[in-house]
């Protein structure tokens, strides 16, 4: 029933905030109340006082606990769809101030939130990789004649990697991706954080899958004096989804799936046009127009926004 569910959904929401920022009057619960309005659902996310008070989280609280719970929030709205379960964010938490406070404990129920809810994570934070060790695959970039990836600590045990064998992405690959000349990353099927220096691509990655996802080619992606980019990324089954974008063509775009030996099961040379058995593959479509895989510094506020309307807010969230 919607009571059960929002029940749930202001617990989850209400035990990330304070298991993040314990004994804070200001933030003792979540809380969601919906009306009807126009015969539709409007839906208002509030924070609650000690006192039972309520307040506007964007407009009165901002910062941290925004943050905070528009990070829940599409950990929630992602899973109530049929889309995959896998959340690519960059700096999500650059808002959030008192790095020692407060994001060792969000460090730790991240990786909580994606085990429960089945997601795959790809992270890049802002904050020390020391408060992540032992909660994520933590991958570094490094610089030493061309960019490599190397798993710097893991959070994986032998029986987790039994388990989770051919679950999710299993990696990404950008060749002549603007800093990056050929770079493998692979992945854990639950939380992956990126680090590295500064302008070292660390964002190109999020940045080169949204291309594909879109089919968004520019020519800005491209590595200097490399005539075409590609992205691939390996799925369950052995397959590979495959996206190239030249530089110079008459069909400048280059879509294939292929099979554990390399083989093609499709392919697709439109320029403009993204292939519908990318999205039977990928099942990352916009949801009500929104979307919900991507999130940065930017975005932070997710569905708390100004922006979003209450209608719209309860349309995401299939209130």
């Known amino acids: 029933s919607q009571s059960s569910t929002k029940a749930v959904y202001e617990g989850l929401l209400t035990n990330l905030v304070n298991e993040v920022m314990p004994n804070n009057d200001e933030a003792h619960a979540i809380r969601f109340n919906s009306t009807i309005k126009n015969n539709k659902t409007a839906l208002n996310i509030e924070c609650v006082t000690k006192d039972g008070s309520p307040r506007d989280i964007y407009k009165d609280k901002g910062g941290t606990i925004e943050s905070i719970v528009a990070l829940g929030l599409r950990f929630i709205a992602l899973s109530k769809t049929k889309n995959r379960r896998i959340i690519l964010m960059d700096e999500p938490d650059a808002w959030i101030k008192s790095g020692p406070k407060y994001i060792p404990k969000l460090a730790a129920l991240i990786p909580q939130l994606a085990r429960e809810l089945g997601m795959q994570v790809i992270y890049i934070s802002h904050h020390d990789p020391k408060y992540f060790e032992g909660h994520a695959r933590i991958i570094e970039l490094t610089n030493e004649e061309g960019i490599h990836a190397d798993i710097a600590s893991d ?92 530089r110079k063509a008459k069909r400048k775009t280059l879509y294939q799936l292929l099979d554990s030996n390399g083989e093609p099961i499709h392919r697709s040379d439109s320029s403009e046009e993204v292939p519908e058995w ?42």
């Open 278 to 319: 990318l999205h039977e593959y990928l099942a990352m479509e916009p949801h009500h127009g929104f979307d919900l895989h991507f999130g940065d510094s930017h975005n932070a506020s997710f569905i708390l926004d100004k922006g979003i309307s209450a209608h719209k807010r309860a349309e995401i969230l299939s209130w």
């Open 155 to 246: 959070d994986l045990s032998d029986n987790d990697r039994e388990n989770a064998d051919g679950i999710g992405w299993r990696f990404i690959r950008l060749t002549n991706v603007k800093q990056h000349e050929n770079t493998l990353i692979e992945l854990s099927p639950y939380v992956n954080m990126l680090i590295g220096d500064g302008d070292i691509g660390k964002t190109t990655v999020i940045d080169a899958v949204e291309s594909l996802i879109n089919n968004a080619g520019r020519e800005g992606l491209i590595r200097d004096n490399a005539p075409y980019c590609r992205v691939e990324i390996g799925i369950e089954g052995g397959m590979v989804i495959e996206w190239t974008y030249h």
